[in-house]
């Protein structure tokens, strides 16, 4: 896709970057951006993230309820959804679970050769991204389904209590 937008936009127009911790100016997407292509720095200390990570067992409630809703829950009203993930990213932020590192390299090799690709053509590196997946767990740890359990009936209380009020 890169080498026909390059073909039709020219390749000096293609600016190719890796989003990726250590890669961006103070490891901020929205900060990189600003610098590299409005040479602007955007102060937005007051915005607050939108996307915050759950620690596993914000994972685990998540992924319950979820699945407690079912198929046929696609059609429901998302507000009580959308109340629980703010709920978690207030109670249970922190580093998620990450798939084995099995799963993950066997995730990334479809990718592999049109990464490497890439990389040569727009980056003048042979590899796009780091290729060692150490930090990767060799097994799953255990699913603590008390501690979901523990903030889904927190979660409920929370709700009854803002209901009745």
């Not at 767990?137 to 009854?160: G, I, R, Y």
Request: with cysteine; glycine share 6%; net charge negative.
């Amino acid at each position: 896709l890169l080498l026909r937008w390059a073909q039709a936009f020219g390749a000096d127009n293609i600016n190719v970057r890796i989003y990726q911790t250590g890669h961006l100016v103070n490891d901020d997407i929205v900060e990189d951006f600003c610098h590299r292509e409005l040479g602007a720095r955007l102060d937005y200390s007051a915005v607050t993230p939108s996307n915050t990570s759950l620690s596993a067992a914000g994972q685990l409630a998540l992924k319950l309820f979820n699945t407690a809703l079912g198929a046929d829950g696609q059609g429901l009203d998302h507000k009580p959804r959308r109340a629980l993930s703010q709920f978690l990213a207030q109670h249970a932020p922190g580093p998620g679970l990450k798939p084995t590192r099995e799963a993950a390299m066997a995730f990334y090799a479809p990718f592999r050769v049109s990464n490497a690709r890439l990389a040569a053509a727009f980056m003048g590196q042979i590899t796009l991204f780091n290729e060692n997946f150490d930090d990767y767990p060799l097994s799953m740890p255990a699913e603590d389904v008390d501690a979901a359990a523990t903030l889904l009936k927190d979660f409920f209380v929370s709700q009854q209590a803002r209901n009745s009020a």
